[in-house]
């Protein structure tokens, strides 16, 4: 997990670094997605996947035409299953994500890029009166396209998979070999500064 930091913090740095002596070029943008977010968590006789409704809210830098770096703080709904064990239920009400991304201009006004990156999520999880939280991050990638109405407003989609399998630590809800794994599907709008 360190490992994983450690590089995308060096990634955003290089990226800062090589554009400091273009400064006045950067430009600024924030904004939100919503739609689909996928938690899933897997053990041992235990296979629940839901799509919820979640979203985030993105502050990005841009450095010229084909790079910018992004950061999204976001949330999912809950993930709730009855079986006759009990009732379950799975969530991750805080994620932060921090992105490269990586555009290419198909026209003057569409963008398609591709992310790179980390998340750190707090998976949450409850098994009848049970709970357990844990913090784990895991790579991230993603693809998508922004679609700009004017110099300052854009839309776009974009598919990132925030969280390959990460395993669970053992405890009052997840089992020794739990697994989490979350990705979203998400429509975005943002103001370009």
């Known amino acids: 997990m360190k490992k994983i930091?450690?590089?995308?913090?060096?990634a955003l740095a290089s990226a800062g670094v090589a554009s400091n002596?273009?400064?006045q070029d950067i430009s600024y943008y924030t904004g939100m997605g919503v739609g689909i977010l996928s938690t899933e968590h897997k053990a041992a006789g235990v296979d629940q996947t839901k799509k919820t409704f979640g979203g985030f809210v993105k502050?990005?830098?841009?450095?010229n035409e084909y790079f910018a770096a992004e950061l999204r703080l976001g949330m999912s709904g809950k993930n709730k299953k009855t079986t006759a064990a009990g009732t379950s239920t799975y969530?991750?009400?805080?994620?932060?994500?921090?992105?490269?991304k990586a555009k290419y201009p198909v026209a003057s006004n569409l963008d398609?890029?591709?992310?790179?990156?980390?998340?750190?999520?707090?998976?949450k999880g409850q098994m009848n009166t049970a709970t357990q939280t844990q913090t784990k991050t895991g790579l991230s990638i993603?693809?998508?396209?922004?679609?700009?109405?004017?110099?300052?407003?854009?839309?776009?989609?974009?598919?990132?998979?925030?969280?390959f399998p990460v395993s669970m630590k053992a405890g009052t809800?997840?089992?020794?070999?739990?697994?989490?794994?979350?990705?979203g599907l998400t429509t975005n709008v943002a103001y370009h500064f």
């Open 142 to 163: 993603g693809a998508g396209f922004d679609y700009k109405l004017d110099n300052n407003l854009s839309i776009g989609a974009d598919w990132t998979q925030y969280m």
């Open 21 to 23: 002596a273009n400064a």
């Open 173 to 183: 809800v997840f089992a020794a070999d739990s697994k989490a794994r979350m990705w």
């Open 5 to 10: 930091i450690a590089t995308a913090a060096i």
């Open 112 to 123: 398609i890029f591709m992310l790179a990156g980390a998340t750190t999520a707090r998976i």
């Open 91 to 100: 969530s991750s009400p805080v994620l932060f994500s921090y992105l490269a």
């Open 59 to 63: 502050f990005g830098a841009d450095f």
